[in-house]
């Protein structure tokens, strides 16, 4: 009797100790499932924000895409004016047409060339002549030839300046000839002579070949046939 009444009392204390466990591992579980749940919330607000941002870059992409202006297709080749000149030697007297002013040969075979028909760039056209010349500026005429003289002609440049400068003048394709203006008390003009072809039109170039020409205002060209 006093064995059976010994190990009734010891499970009587084991009781309290296993109901003591219960709500431990309860406590466990649950601090277990509160610590997932927040692992999958703060999972699915990082979501929501990386759609957001996400959807926000492509919508902001769009609207650049279509505010830029869209690009312009290669300017196509305008109608060459008077001043104007394509770049390539004209073929026949007709794709002069629209092109620079043409400069008809006199009866005496000769051309003038005025200054208010020649196409200009880095120089200037003022009440002085052609002046304001920078480095490689250049004035350009057209001569038209009749059925008269080619071949050597004078030229014939009168000019005034208080500098020594050199320039170029080139008939056509040929290899520029090369003169230098002196300092003058006035107005003076130099001579020497060139070689012109008789196509049906040929360009004339007068190229400005130092940087010291700015002072240089070119008042007249004339070609005179070499008798």
């Known amino acids: 009797m006093n064995s059976e009444q010994g190990s009734n009392s010891d499970r009587q204390k084991s ?18 499932f509160s610590e997932v749940f927040d692992i999958r919330v703060v999972m699915f607000l990082i979501c929501v924000i990386v759609i957001a941002m996400t959807a926000t870059v492509l919508l902001l992409r769009e609207n650049v895409e279509e505010s830029k202006p869209e690009s312009s297709l290669p300017s196509t080749p ?12 004209p073929d026949s007297r007709d794709a002069l047409v629209g092109t ?15 200054l208010a028909n020649a196409s200009l760039e880095k120089c200037e056209r003022t009440s002085n002549g052609i002046s304001k010349w920078q480095l ?16 050597f002609f004078y030229c014939n440049v009168t000019y ?5 400068c050199q320039f170029g003048l080139k008939m056509g394709d040929r290899s ?19 070689r012109l072809d008789k196509p049906d039109a040929q360009s004339v170039r007068l190229i400005a070949l130092g940087s010291d020409a700015s002072e240089v205002a070119i008042k007249k060209i004339i070609l005179v046939p070499q008798k």
């Open 15 to 32: 009781l309290p100790d296993q109901k003591s466990e219960l709500p431990a591992a309860a406590e466990s579980t649950e601090s277990w």
């Open 78 to 89: 305008h109608d060459i004016t008077e001043g104007e000149t394509s770049g390539t030697e």
């Open 100 to 114: 620079l002013s043409k400069i008809n040969q006199q009866a005496d075979g000769g051309f003038t060339l005025p």
């Open 136 to 151: 490689e500026g250049t004035a350009k005429w057209w001569l038209v030839f009749d059925d008269r003289r080619s071949g």
């Open 160 to 164: 005034q300046t208080t500098i020594e």
């Open 176 to 194: 520029a000839r090369t003169f230098t203006l002196y300092p003058q008390d006035g107005e003076f003009t130099e001579q020497f002579i060139v």
